[in-house]
């Protein structure tokens, strides 16, 4: 299978944040993909900018480090590393200090006022508003578009105030929110499924969906993020970004159009039909937990340094969407660290047949349902009942039906394709101008509008999380709440 390599007009990205983890591990391996594959023009310049003392060459190996370290097997070529360390450069800046101002505005300003400018904020959440202020008062934002990451505020009110702060130096046209789910390739291939076929939307509703289950499992820990994650929890760091926006894809109403204001405005509806949970409902339809220690590895209060720490590691969520769509459907929501296994993926289970002429046969006859797989691997499957092939009776058996149509992991599948990785494709729709997959302000103002009377529920209650063992499949609690329904949660493996 072939894909088609479109490229992009040339452009000045300047990664703020251009040393840390971030830009290392993923913003620059991405860039480089994208350069080996032609996309880039060698006119383009990628410009890291931070404090520490650098020159061009020396970031320059910097990011060759980076790519040695980061890019898989065989895919780094010695000549288009080259290339791309060609269009490689560093300007050092403390973005706290107005005086660095003036040296980036003398040495880094973009080269043309025509040319595409992205800054793309790879920094703290602290760091945006000195940046867009300096931005700002050194005439550099006209024109130019803003990559920012999560965490998106702390709470509504927080949120409301970057909002804010952000329009205030950017148009919301310009504003690129970036959620790295939503530039999964199985992501997009939901809508794809769902938005180009007639097969799948007259059963996408309550009368033949079950449940549908979101879990983001991690196997790991906090992973040196420990002081941020002891502030934020599960709820803030992955369920009011990641877990809402995987839910608003899966429910979303046919856009009228693949637009990005069309797509979005849809999502927003979403968010805003979500039952807000508030009072009892909060303690019936979620569960907190935090994991102990076992022989080998600390407890979430020993790993945070912080001996009484309340803050959950895990949250389940059951959800309810109030449309004539979804209503009498619930979204199970599940999120987690040091958990069985790295593991993300959406599940839309099928209710049963309204008969069966199988009876008496010895395999239990199991829902339909369709899994889309995001990690460890992308995938799309199937999950159908089948006649056992062979002689002797009828006997049936679940059948899992590859429906990823062209791409395995992120490797060489045996058509020949290469699954990118999603930020791949977002920095460079950012530079195309394509804000389909970003999200738009009012919907980050919605989800934190929904997480936030949780968060103020809990803490009313003054309950304090679960426990969870480490590697198991979450607290107890958590299958407490799915066994008042007659449904289960699919197993993290
Ligand atoms: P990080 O490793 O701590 O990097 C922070 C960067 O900011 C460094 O390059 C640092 O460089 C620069 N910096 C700090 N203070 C500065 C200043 N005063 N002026 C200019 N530059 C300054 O953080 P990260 O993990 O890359 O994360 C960056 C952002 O992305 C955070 O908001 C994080 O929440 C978000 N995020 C990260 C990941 C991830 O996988 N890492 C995933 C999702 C979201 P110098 O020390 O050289 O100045």
Redesign the pocket.
């Known amino acids: 299978m072939s894909h088609k390599i479109i490229p992009v007009p040339e452009f000045d990205y300047f990664v703020?944040?251009?040393?840390?983890?971030?830009?290392r591990?993923?913003l620059l391996p991405a860039l480089y993909y994208r350069f080996a594959d032609g996309q880039i023009p060698e006119s383009a310049r990628i410009i890291g900018?931070?404090?520490?003392d650098l020159d061009d060459i020396g970031y320059r190996q910097l990011v060759e480090d980076a790519l040695k370290e980061w890019i898989k097997g065989n895919d780094l070529d010695e000549q288009l590393l080259d290339g791309f360390l060609s269009i490689i450069s560093y300007q050092r800046?403390?973005?706290?200090d107005p005086n660095s101002w003036k040296d980036f505005e003398r040495n880094a300003s973009p080269t043309n006022p025509d040319r595409i400018t992205v800054y793309y904020l790879?920094?703290?959440?602290s760091?945006f508003l000195?940046i867009i202020q300096g931005l700002k008062d050194n005439g550099l934002h006209h024109h130019a578009r803003l990559v920012v990451?999560?965490?998106l505020g702390f709470d509504l009110k927080s949120a409301q105030e970057l909002n804010g702060f952000l329009l205030d130096a950017f148009d919301e046209s310009r504003i690129y929110r970036i959620d790295?789910y939503l530039g999964k390739e199985t992501v997009q291939n939901l809508m794809a499924l769902r938005f180009a076929n007639s097969l799948f939307e007259p059963m996408w509703n309550a009368r033949y969906i079950a449940n549908v289950q979101i879990t983001v499992a991690e196997s790991i820990g906090m992973g040196g993020?420990e002081e941020?994650y002891d502030r934020s929890g599960a709820m803030r760091d992955m369920m009011q970004n990641h877990l809402l926006q995987l839910l608003c894809l899966s429910a979303m109403e046919p856009p009228v159009s693949y637009k990005p204001d069309h797509i979005r405005d849809e999502k927003l509806k979403v968010l805003r039909s979500l039952q807000p949970l508030v009072g009892d409902d909060i303690r019936l339809n979620t569960v907190r937990g935090q994991y102990v220690e076992n022989d080998n590895d600390p407890s979430y209060r020993q790993e945070a340094k912080n001996p009484g720490s309340n803050t959950e590691s895990y949250v389940a969520i059951k959800a309810s969407i109030n449309n004539w769509r979804w209503s009498g459907t619930p979204f199970y929501l599940r999120t987690g660290k040091r958990l069985r296994a790295n593991m993300a993926e959406i599940s839309f289970e099928f209710r049963h047949a309204p008969h069966s002429i199988f009876t008496g046969l010895d395999t239990p006859i199991k829902p339909n349902a369709m899994v889309i797989r995001l990690q460890p691997d992308e995938r799309i499957d199937l999950e159908v009942m089948t006649k056992e092939p062979g002689p002797g009776g009828m006997r049936l058996r679940q059948s899992i039906l590859d429906a990823t149509f062209g791409g395995g992991s992120n490797s060489q599948t045996d058509q020949g394709f290469r699954m990118p990785d999603a930020y791949e494709r977002l920095l460079l729709d950012v530079v195309r101008g394509d804000q389909t997959l970003f999200m738009r302000g009012d919907e980050v103002e919605a989800a934190w509008c929904w997480v936030d009377s949780i968060i103020e529920g809990w803490a009313l209650s003054g309950e304090v999380p679960e426990t969870y063992e480490i590697a198991s499949q979450g607290p107890a609690g958590a299958f407490e709440l799915i066994a008042k329904t007659e449904h289960r949660w699919r197993t993290i493996q």
Do not use: N
């Open positions: 703020f944040g251009g040393t840390g983890d971030l830009a591990r993923k900018c931070s404090r520490t800046i403390d973005v706290s790879s920094v703290s959440p760091l000195p990451e999560k965490p790295h993020r941020y």
